[in-house]
């Protein structure tokens, strides 16, 4: 029997059935050879081969999203644990601070001298009961600069220079003056006032008390 030796061009296109674009109905009728049918199943073994190696691909990368999920589910537990843990401590945080707050209040309010606060200019910005009563006024009057219309006449020129020299100076105040109430009432005090400074030294307000001294005892002197 003779063998019949393909043609290289028509023996190429064989090669195109792996890929799809010829299929086996499409083929001129041959007397195949050996040869022929080995390279067409050697083609389909590289075929099957390098699917077999997308599929790994495919499988390992597969694996690696699963566990990136994985990593990233117990980091976000982890993240809202941490969240959890945090706001309870900033909730016993505020608790506490409130209750600081409620108590300092509670001391201020039961002293028996007048408690304020005020800018780095004097303006008040907090005064306690006892300071509005010796003052002669509301604590929502008493704030800002209102107070210090009520000063004696007499006292006010000696009150502002002194309070001018140790806010200069940044120097605490202390002095002796007196209040001028609205039904007439003058009511002798002892002021004291530390600064508040910053960071930098800059005075940033002053905490003060007054003390009414208005019924202090005279001492008598015997000759």
């Given at each position: 029997?003779?063998?019949?030796?393909?043609?290289?061009?028509k023996f190429s296109s064989l090669g195109k059935i792996g890929n799809g674009n010829i299929k086996l109905k499409d083929i001129p009728t041959y007397?195949?050879?050996?040869?022929?049918?080995?390279?067409?199943?050697?083609?389909?073994?590289?075929?099957?081969?390098?699917?077999?190696?997308?599929?790994?691909?495919?499988?390992?990368?597969?694996?690696?999203?699963?566990?990136?999920?994985?990593?990233?589910?117990k980091e976000r537990i982890k993240t809202n644990k941490q969240l959890q843990i945090k706001t309870i401590q900033r909730n016993k945080f505020e608790?506490?601070?409130?209750?600081?707050?409620?108590?300092?209040?509670?001391?201020?309010?039961?002293?028996?001298?007048?408690?304020?606060?005020?800018?780095?200019?004097?303006?008040?910005?907090?005064?306690?009961?006892?300071?509005?009563?010796?003052?002669?006024?509301?604590?929502?009057?008493?704030?800002?600069?209102?107070?210090?219309?009520?000063?004696?006449?007499?006292?006010?020129?000696?009150?502002?220079?002194?309070?001018?020299?140790?806010?200069?100076?940044?120097?605490?105040?202390?002095?002796?003056?007196?209040?001028?109430?609205?039904?007439?009432?003058?009511?002798?005090?002892?002021?004291?006032?530390?600064?508040?400074?910053?960071?930098?030294?800059?005075?940033?307000?002053?905490?003060?008390?007054?003390?009414?001294?208005?019924?202090?005892?005279?001492?008598?002197?015997?000759?």
């Amino acid at each position: 029997m003779q063998k019949m030796t393909l043609n290289s061009s028509k023996f190429s296109s064989l090669g195109k059935i792996g890929n799809g674009n010829i299929k086996l109905k499409d083929i001129p009728t041959y007397n195949i050879t050996f040869d022929a049918v080995s390279y067409l199943i050697n083609e389909m073994g590289l075929y099957k081969i390098e699917l077999e190696m997308r599929n790994e691909e495919l499988r390992e990368a597969k694996i690696k999203i699963e566990e990136l999920s994985t990593d990233l589910n117990k980091e976000r537990i982890k993240t809202n644990k941490q969240l959890q843990i945090k706001t309870i401590q900033r909730n016993k945080f505020e608790n506490e601070l409130c209750q600081s707050k409620q108590k300092f209040e509670t001391l201020v309010n039961v002293l028996p001298v007048g408690i304020w606060r005020s800018d780095s200019k004097g303006s008040y910005t907090y005064v306690n009961e006892r300071c509005s009563e010796i003052i002669g006024l509301s604590a929502e009057e008493a704030l800002g600069d209102d107070w210090a219309k009520y000063l004696h006449p007499e006292d006010k020129c000696v009150c502002y220079k002194e309070w001018k020299d140790c806010t200069k100076e940044k120097i605490p105040f202390k002095l002796e003056y007196r209040f001028l109430l609205p039904d007439g009432k003058v009511t002798q005090v002892l002021g004291q006032a530390e600064p508040e400074l910053d960071e930098s030294g800059e005075v940033v307000g002053y905490v003060g008390t007054i003390t009414d001294v208005s019924f202090r005892p005279k001492v008598k002197i015997w000759q």
